[in-house]
């Protein structure tokens, strides 16, 4: 009995993170659809919300919001790698090629397309057979050098009790976050949140979530709930983006999110804990879930290529032009939802063909792996 329910807690778990991929990799579309979709809105331009105007209200305050919500989702994917690395101790030469091989398929397959249809060179399309060389997308850039180093960084983190973990943790924080040029994340250029340390911190913070429970009680702070906690924090930030892009004279004002090593830090460690406390129960939606994780890799493959980007965001949308207008709430839902079940579809054909020429069991097969003592 002691054990079934240890095993229906474990799979509620791990419900909820295949919830939080689906919903991280959903988010990251509407990183993408604000900050390359509204490219080109600006306060000094007429391309931008209008606060006088009521839909143009309505409009940024939505958008502001899904904007402080959305900006975690790359530091949620990395806290899930930490979550589950942090006792793994084993260097895993299969999970490094699995992440690789599809990232080398669309790239290649992305630029062969653009440069058949003679829009790049064949400088382009030979760098795309390098992609994570060549920083194509710069988060598996990132992501793969983590992956490499996570054994040793779980190595690192199983003898240390809570007390020095939450020292480690404070004393990373110090030199990778950057709030408005304080403390050092600045310093040391860490750029947007996208530097390999401050991956590295994301991974500690993940694994403290999985070796010791929750990082910021809520009740010693006087809040009810890891809900109020997520909601408190989203308006706060919201604000806070608010305020660094509004135009007070002429009342205009542009979506504005704060850099991933900034402010939301702190936003993304309350949506993860709030993810954590949640009770998912196996439904139509936690299934559909379960299906879609293995996919959602795929949606910024493709989406956030640089040739299907510019494509997307510039050529085929002009979302700067329907900021006030009563349809934009209408593009803000359907335009990521039908980019992301696009990218899902695609990615489902080549898995089937994957299957089909034996190269997913082959992938599969490749399981080498070293022991880190």
Not at 33 to 39: L, P, R, S, V, Y
């Amino acid at each position: 009995m002691a054990l079934k329910r240890f095993e229906m807690k474990k799979n509620e778990r791990l419900l909820n993170f295949d919830v939080l991929r689906c919903f991280s990799m959903l988010m990251i579309v509407y990183i993408h659809f604000f900050t390359h979709g509204e490219k080109y809105a600006n306060v000094e331009a007429e391309t931008c919300f209008h606060l006088s105007d009521f839909l143009g209200l309505i409009n940024y305050v939505v958008s502001q919001l899904l904007d402080t919500i959305s900006t975690t989702a790359v530091n949620l994917f990395v806290f899930i790698t930490g979550y589950f690395m942090i006792e793994c101790h084993t260097f895993r030469i299969g999970k490094l090629i699995r992440l690789w091989m599809p990232v080398v398929f669309y790239s290649v397959v992305i630029t062969s397309i653009s440069f058949v249809g003679g829009q790049i060179g064949i400088h382009e399309l030979l760098k795309s057979f390098l992609p994570i060389k060549s920083n194509e997308y710069w988060f598996v850039t990132v992501y793969f050098a983590l992956v490499l180093l996570s054994p040793f960084l779980a190595k690192i983190a199983n003898d240390l009790s809570r007390k020095s973990y939450l020292i480690g943790l404070g004393a990373l924080s110090f030199l990778m976050l950057e709030l408005y040029k304080f403390p050092y994340g600045y310093t040391y250029k860490n750029g947007f949140g996208t530097s390999l340390m401050f991956f590295v911190l994301l991974f500690f913070v993940g694994g403290y979530f999985r070796k010791f429970g929750e990082l910021i009680p809520y009740y010693k702070i006087h809040i009810k709930s890891n809900k109020w906690l997520f909601v408190i924090t989203t308006i706060l930030i919201s604000l806070i983006g608010f305020s660094r892009n509004v135009d007070v004279e002429s009342l205009k004002v542009v979506v504005g999110a704060t850099p991933y090593h900034s402010f939301t830090f702190i936003e993304s460690i309350v949506l993860f804990q709030f993810f954590l406390s949640m009770k998912f129960s196996q439904n139509v939606f936690t299934k559909l879930c379960c299906w879609l994780s293995p996919y959602t890799f795929a949606v910024y493959l493709i989406h956030d290529n640089n040739q299907v980007r510019d494509w997307l965001w510039h050529k085929l949308l002009h979302l700067e032009n329907m900021l006030n207008e009563p349809y934009y709430l209408l593009a803000v839902v359907l335009v990521p939802f039908l980019v992301y079940f696009v990218c899902i579809a695609i990615d489902y054909v080549r898995k089937q063909i994957f299957d089909l020429l034996g190269i997913s069991k082959l992938l599969n097969k490749y399981e080498y792996s070293i022991k880190i003592w």
